[in-house]
């Protein structure tokens, strides 16, 4: 089992970036793919980002391909996600979550608590 912390979020403009992290607790945190998912207003959750346990292999959604980088350092228990040249529409609650195997949906076993995007125009 692994617990999960985000930070990082906030409220940023048009075209900015932002850096959000995840620190896993326990030592099995790298035993984990890991992913970061989305929710906007009204909507579904949506799948954004994904890496494999080794971080070898990354995978993103196609709004966010080119713009977003995840990335983990296992020594720290910590996966990121850097965003870069955002829009209003990437506005939403980030979560990131982790399971056993990577996965390019939503269905993951552990969740972090979220932490607020917010894109101004």
């Known amino acids: 089992q692994v617990q999960l912390v985000e930070s990082g979020g906030g409220l940023v403009q048009v075209g900015g970036s932002l850096r959000l992290a995840c620190e896993g607790t326990?030592?099995?945190?790298?035993?984990?793919?890991m992913g970061w998912i989305r929710q906007a207003p009204g909507k579904e959750r949506e799948f954004v980002a994904a890496?494999?346990?080794?971080?070898?292999?990354?995978y993103y959604a196609d709004s966010v391909k080119g713009r977003f980088t995840i990335s983990r350092d296992n020594a720290k228990n910590t996966v990121y996600l850097q965003m870069n040249s955002l829009k209003p529409e990437d506005t939403a609650i980030y979560y990131c979550?982790?399971?056993?195997?990577?996965?390019?949906?939503?269905?993951?076993?552990?969740w972090g608590q979220g932490t607020q995007v917010t894109v101004s125009s």
């Open positions: 979550a982790a399971r056993t195997g990577v996965t390019l949906s939503t269905n993951y076993d552990y």
């Open positions: 326990g030592r099995t945190f790298s035993t984990y793919a």
């Open positions: 890496i494999r346990r080794s971080g070898g292999n990354t």
